[in-house]
């Protein structure tokens, strides 16, 4: 697969068990459906680890306007939407494979955007809802009536998979 901004290959890396693809060329990072799926059985870290490596790659003035094609279908454009109620991220999701793509700096301010594990919690279940009403792939499985497929299970799992660990770490003292 190659960076839909670059053109560059993607690298595959592996984070605590799960594989994602990241641009060397630019820091975005591509999520497809199966790698976020497990992320359940994934270390906690995870999304603290990834932030940091993609840093490393971080390029600045990409052109998130521009229209960019799904690295994995290749012929389907992303459709950018905001990720969170606040509004403050936007992301990149392939209508047909539901595979999300983050430019440089978007996972940092995922990460940033929810301050505690109470507004995670509501934050996350609205943002779910509201980009899943909106979504291409909610008119397609509507059309389908395929209702037995869950609903947005990719960006709740990205949501999980990107939280920050301090948060996590509130929710542990908290169930103590
Ligand atoms: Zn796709």
Not at 25 to 35: L, S, Y
Not at 38 to 54: T, V, Y
Not at 113 to 129: C, L, N, P, S, W
């Amino acid at each position: 697969m190659k960076c839909p901004r670059t053109g560059i290959p993607l690298t595959e890396i592996n984070i605590q068990g799960i594989q994602v693809d990241i641009s060397k060329a630019c820091g975005g990072v591509w999520f497809d459906n199966f790698e976020l799926n497990q992320f359940d059985e994934a270390h906690e870290d995870a999304g603290e680890e990834l932030s940091k490596l993609l840093n490393k790659y971080c390029k600045d003035g990409i052109d998130v306007d521009k229209k960019i094609l799904c690295p994995c279908c290749e012929t389907v454009t992303l459709q950018r939407h905001y990720f969170s109620i606040k509004k403050t991220v936007e992301i990149d999701e392939c209508p047909k494979c539901g595979g999300v793509w983050l430019d440089p700096g978007e996972l940092e301010k995922i990460r940033n955007e929810y301050a505690t594990e109470k507004e995670r919690k509501e934050k996350g279940i609205q943002f779910v809802d509201e980009i899943y009403e909106n979504s291409e792939l909610k008119r397609k499985l509507d059309r389908r009536k395929s209702a037995n497929i869950p609903k947005s299970s990719l960006l709740e799992s990205i949501f999980k998979f990107l939280r920050p660990k301090a948060l996590r770490e509130d929710k542990d003292e908290f169930d103590l």
